[in-house]
């Protein structure tokens, strides 16, 4: 079996991680194209070399750019790539515009197509990334949903035959790399100390394309009354710079983007996290770190209903939100038991379209 995947940004670098392992521990063929979405080293080529994953097959360097122009531009070059390799699968992960570039050029030149981590919804249609997800799974032939939840809307959709639940790869990544690191210290801005700091990231447009929201943002970290380690996405320090806000005021201790076993390492040493990201909301879950996320929802509902994750509907709460008191204990495992990245091969293999 040959599978070609498609990954262009860093939450698709961890799941692509113990993908590429479980089809090189299968003796499957495995081509690895990597769009370029996320084209900053310390956002793209550090994975690479972290998670001993493959150096890509193909880099098709896109850069940076709006959705369309971005999406665009995939789609230019993944037709030949795709009609040069001449994959049984193209894989595609979670919900960015490599996500859909790779959806669309893979159905139009009828190559069968499995999407991983599919059927999550926020149900916001404002988010670009609901709709590439939605889209996504709706193209695909073979939709590997991470939890029962993502199965129950898939279902909905009327997705259900086609869908499978393979429990989700970032659980296998991640707690693999918190055993490595569990005992290391994290590298910490100078003054804050582990086990007392809050870890924040924010970086979906909704947050940092408006102004006013925002201000209200870095206003409501700087104000927390614990140091907030902030790991700064490009996007946001553009955006920060734009409209002329401090990212080293009051309680913020602005770094940059860290590599994903010291992201897992800080997580692990903070308080609390703060912030937007899908991936880092369930990481926070798995390393029993309470988070706050600064949406109006959230595709990982777990989190939630298990008391480790709040919605920061209301900014002004954000010091009580972060300040509330310990989630009750859990032992449940809604994202898996850490062998989906098996799983999921499993599927590939026994759901291959006959061509």
Not at 185 to 195: I, R
Not at 227 to 254: E, N, W, Y
Not at 288 to 308: F, K, M
Not at 326 to 343: K, M, V
């Amino acid at each position: 079996m040959k599978v070609l995947s498609i990954v262009g940004a860093r939450p698709q670098f961890v799941k692509l991680a113990p993908i590429a392992h479980a089809l090189d521990a299968a003796g499957h063929e495995h081509v690895i194209v990597h769009t370029g979405q996320h084209y900053d080293e310390k956002m793209s080529d550090v994975f690479f070399a972290d998670l001993g994953i493959p150096a890509p097959d193909v880099h098709l360097g896109v850069g940076s750019g709006s959705h369309g122009v971005q999406t665009g531009s995939m789609l230019t070059q993944l037709d030949a790539v795709l009609e040069e390799h001449d994959p049984d699968w193209v894989l595609v992960y979670g919900d960015t515009n490599s996500t859909i570039a790779g959806a669309l050029s893979a159905v139009k030149l009828h190559y069968p197509l499995a999407h991983l981590e599919a059927g999550l919804r926020s149900f916001n249609r404002r988010m670009p990334e609901e709709h590439n997800r939605v889209l996504t799974d709706h193209a695909a032939d073979l939709c590997l949903a991470p939890t029962e939840v993502a199965l129950a809307h898939l279902t909905d959709e009327g997705l259900g035959e086609r869908a499978v639940v393979t429990g989700d790869v970032m659980t296998d990544v991640c707690l693999a790399t918190a055993e490595r690191v569990r005992d290391r210290q994290p590298d910490l801005p100078e003054g804050v100390v582990a086990g007392e700091y809050v870890l924040s990231t924010i970086h979906r447009a909704e947050n940092t394309d408006d102004p006013d929201r925002l201000s209200a943002i870095i206003t409501g970290l700087a104000a927390l009354p614990y140091p907030v380690v902030l790991t700064a996405h490009p996007r946001l320090v553009a955006k920060a710079k734009d409209q002329g806000l401090d990212l080293t005021q009051g309680s913020l201790h602005t770094i940059e983007p860290l590599d994903y076993p010291a992201m897992v390492g800080a997580v692990q040493h903070a308080r609390a996290v703060v912030t937007d990201s899908g991936g880092l909301q369930k990481e926070a879950f798995l390393l029993r770190t309470p988070a706050t996320t600064v949406r109006t929802e959230t595709e990982w509902t777990e989190t939630v209903d298990l008391g480790w994750n709040v919605l920061a509907l209301d900014l002004d709460r954000l010091t009580e939100l972060v300040d509330r008191p310990a989630p009750e204990p859990t032992d449940a495992t809604p994202y898996g038991d850490g062998n989906a990245a098996a799983a999921t091969v499993t599927a590939l293999e026994e759901h291959l379209p006959r061509r």
